[in-house]
């Protein structure tokens, strides 16, 4: 299977759902035994699996991330974001699939999104006198539709998935990540750090270079879940791709809220 920048399809296995199943050896054993009936193969994934799932998490993501936006409780923000954290490295290093901590997770990363909306929304109300819940809609929006454009980019064949490519979206995601630390570590130090955060022009750069990354990561996501579907892995794997793709949405989600909120302060 080719690489992803998605640490959560790294869990895929490279082999076909039926490859571990040795059929060559089955049958009817030592002489004087009883037949040995062959393994069962268990059902191998396919497209319907994957959307069933990934609907599963972002729909409840959008429940718990709805209930706090409403509810006010942007204070489950940081402790939200923690909690994702570990639940993403567990999902991440566990090796056998675990649909609750799935589930777990989408329903943290939705308390995370609905705070860290809350906060944004009542800080671009008090710059501007309203308009928070226009820009949260508008990302969400915005979200929904970069998914769907590159979902029609990878099927129609746009865009081809080329190991170079692959390089060259992991590299720079590498390279964007190195830069927000810095840019974080900087800000101990100085008022704003470099610069990639603070609502300028070098921010509004960076904001859409991130866009970007994030959105061709969906095409390695789709890649990647298409080569597993193809190679017959188990169904029970379709949990893994819904975590990958929930982990990129969270991402350009965050990234075109934060930039909408750059243009508020005009």
Same mark, same amino acid.
């Given at each position: 299977m ?39 193969? =268990? ?8 959307? %069933? #799932?990934?609907? /599963?998490?972002? $729909?409840?993501t *959008? &429940? ?26 567990v ?33 671009v ?10 820009i ?19 099927? =129609? ?8 490519? %692959? #390089?060259?979206? /992991?590299?720079? $995601?590498?390279? *964007? &990540? ?6 974080l ?5 100085t008022?704003?750090?470099?610069g ?9 750069v960076?904001?859409l ?58």
């Amino acid at each position: 299977m080719r690489t992803t920048s998605n640490p959560a399809f790294k869990n895929l296995p490279t082999n076909g759902g039926y490859a571990n199943f040795n059929y060559g050896q089955g049958g009817f054993g030592a002489p004087g035994q009883a037949p040995v009936a062959p393994p069962q193969a =268990t059902r191998p994934m396919t497209i319907d699996d994957v959307v %069933t #799932k990934t609907a /599963i998490t972002l $729909a409840l993501t *959008v &429940a718990t991330g709805a209930a706090t936006y409403i509810s006010g409780l942007y204070a489950l923000a940081l402790p939200a974001a923690i909690i994702g954290l570990v639940l993403s490295l567990v999902i991440i290093f566990k090796k056998k699939v675990s649909p609750a901590l799935v589930i777990a997770y989408a329903a943290v990363e939705g308390v995370f999104l609905g705070g860290i909306s809350y906060v944004i929304g009542g800080a671009v109300n008090n710059f501007t006198g309203g308009g928070g819940s226009g820009i949260i809609m508008q990302a969400i929006a915005g979200t929904m539709g970069v998914f769907a454009a590159m979902l029609v980019v990878y099927k =129609t064949g746009a865009v081809r998935v080329t190991p170079k490519l %692959t #390089k060259w979206i /992991i590299g720079a $995601a590498a390279g *964007v &990540a190195i830069l927000m630390l810095v840019n974080l570590v900087a800000g101990f130090f100085t008022a704003g750090g470099l610069g990639l955060r603070d609502g300028g022009p070098i921010a509004i750069v960076f904001s859409l270079v991130c866009i970007g990354i994030a959105a061709f990561s969906f095409l390695l996501d789709f890649d990647a879940a298409d080569k597993a579907i193809k190679s017959g892995v188990d169904a029970k794997f379709a949990w893994y791709v819904a975590f990958g793709l929930m982990t990129t949405l969270v991402w350009l989600y965050l990234e075109i809220l934060r930039l909408l909120s750059y243009f508020q302060n005009d």
